[in-house]
């Protein structure tokens, strides 16, 4: 782990200068649940608040004490980091993760006056294991803190939640994503930035995937649905489940563009709903263009197929085949709506 300290963090401030001032008066509470959308700098505070109440100075985390300098080490005694068994596709936190959480802390502290615990992804927890964690968290053993990390807080007990400090993140704007990516020297991070949703997890995700570049595939396949002839369907079917190194992972990325458009056709079409909502604001023009193509009804219906395969992705159905089947069924909408042939 890099040296980290409070200056790092992107955006938060008022629930940064919260938590800074609940470690420095020495009342961070010990269950607490910090929750948000994905990627917008959680795991990062929870981790320097958490090198912040090991840490052996007054003004923490000061880096280079031996506190700190094991916990960037990765390699600090009183610290245990939880994260969700991600070799199966679904993650899953088990209840024998939580039982040996358990066993950890509930030893002495070695370099500290007591014990950090992270679980990031906390939702991925099955019921067993919540259940064992409540346990923990009801009745805990010594001096231990817990930071539970959630984009989904509603998957979380309700005991567990009524049991826990809950502090809320909001995403980041535009300019905080941007500084962000410059920070990182990634190119066209203003192009990115709005098309984040706020997530700087997400933003780095588009940079590396070519998002910009999937994003534009998305609108042109759109623009031309009309007029897409079977050969062009399957032509496309094939380009996107063959193409690439990870196909279902380009295409559930493809999808999710396919879902954001529509949405912002709808916007489009509210007069009530602030233009501000938009995914793809920097495209506004060619959207209100294809506004006028695509009548809400048959819009709907085309994000209903979406959320289908969408579904459907995580069988091991053929891919190539599901593709070149949600783009036929495009097309019917299409004619199904306006009384057209294929």
């Known amino acids: 782990m890099e040296k980290i300290n409070w200056s790092d963090i992107i955006g938060h401030k008022e629930k940064v200068t919260q938590i800074r001032e609940m470690i420095k008066a020495g009342q961070f509470p010990n269950s607490v649940i910090f929750s948000g959308a994905a990627g917008i700098g959680k795991r990062k505070i929870a981790e320097i608040a958490a090198m912040s109440i090991l840490c052996e100075s007054d003004n923490s985390p000061c880096g280079h004490c031996n506190s700190c300098r094991t916990f960037i080490a990765e390699s600090h005694p009183d610290f245990y980091y939880l994260e969700p068994d991600r070799s199966k596709a679904n993650p899953i936190i088990r209840i024998e993760q939580i039982r040996n959480l358990q066993k950890e802390v509930s030893l002495m502290p070695v370099l ?88 700087l997890g997400e933003a780095i995700k588009l940079a590396a995937n070519d998002g910009l570049q999937i994003r534009e595939d998305v609108l042109k396949f759109i623009e031309m649905l009309d007029n897409l002839t079977i050969e062009d369907i399957f032509s496309k079917g094939y380009t996107l489940s063959t193409q690439f190194e990870k196909p279902k992972e380009n295409f559930k990325d493809w999808l999710i563009n396919f879902q954001k458009f529509l949405r912002d056709l709808l916007i489009i079409s509210d007069n009530n709903i602030d233009k501000e909502f938009y995914y793809n604001r920097d495209l506004k023009s060619r959207l209100i263009k294809l506004n006028s193509k695509f009548e809400d009804s048959i819009i709907f219906d085309m994000l209903h197929e979406s959320t289908e395969i969408q579904r459907r992705l995580n069988s091991n159905a053929n891919l190539e085949l599901l593709i070149e089947s949600f783009f036929i069924k495009l097309k019917n909408i299409i004619r199904d709506n306006r009384e057209l042939p294929f």
């Open 112 to 199: 500290s006056n007591q014990r950090m615990v992270i679980i990031n992804d906390a939702e991925y927890m099955n019921s067993a294991a919540q259940n064992c964690l409540l346990k923990t968290i009801e009745e805990p053993q010594g001096q231990s803190k817990f930071i539970l990390i959630t984009a989904n807080r509603s998957r979380l007990l309700m005991t567990i939640r009524s049991r826990c400090i809950i502090i809320n993140f909001e995403r980041l704007t535009e300019t905080d994503v941007k500084l962000g990516l410059e920070a990182q020297n990634i190119d066209n991070a203003a192009k990115i930035a709005v098309i984040s949703n706020g997530s």
